[in-house]
């Protein structure tokens, strides 16, 4: 059974701060690729930063980049999401996915068939 679990959520000011973190078990995870989504209220999940299997190959989605880094320790199975200069409209619940077998990576969610339960990030202006 794989696990997803975020963690590293919480409020901040804008233009501040966080690092998210998310550990895998329960699948081969050096093998697969990563990503991160965000749900705001009343919104849609929206793609935030993908990963491939070796960290080698990220993307990102316009409104992000530049202000948030994706990355991946394969030896800890963890992935990361490291946020600067943080905005009000980045407030969301953020969760984090892995591919499925056989899959590449990218901001389709039917790409990702496993999900976390998600880690609230508040953005106070």
């Known amino acids: 059974q794989v696990q997803l679990v975020e963690s590293g959520g919480g409020l901040v000011q804008a233009g501040g701060s966080l690092r998210l973190s998310c550990a895998a078990s329960g699948r081969t995870f050096s093998s697969y690729a990563m990503g991160w989504f965000r749900q705001a209220p009343g919104k849609e999940r929206e793609f935030v930063a993908a990963?491939?299997?070796?960290?080698?190959?990220?993307y990102y989605a316009d409104s992000v980049k530049g202000r948030f880094t994706i990355s991946r320790d394969n030896a800890k199975n963890t992935v990361y999401l490291q946020m600067n200069s943080l905005k009000p409209e980045d407030t969301a619940v953020y969760y984090c996915?892995?591919?499925?077998?056989?899959?590449?990576?990218?901001?389709?969610?039917?790409?990702?068939?496993?999900w976390g339960q998600g880690t609230q990030v508040t953005v106070s202006s």
């Open positions: 996915a892995i591919v499925g077998a056989g899959l590449g990576y990218g901001h389709h969610p039917p790409l990702y068939d496993y």
């Open positions: 990963i491939s299997w070796s960290g080698g190959s990220t």
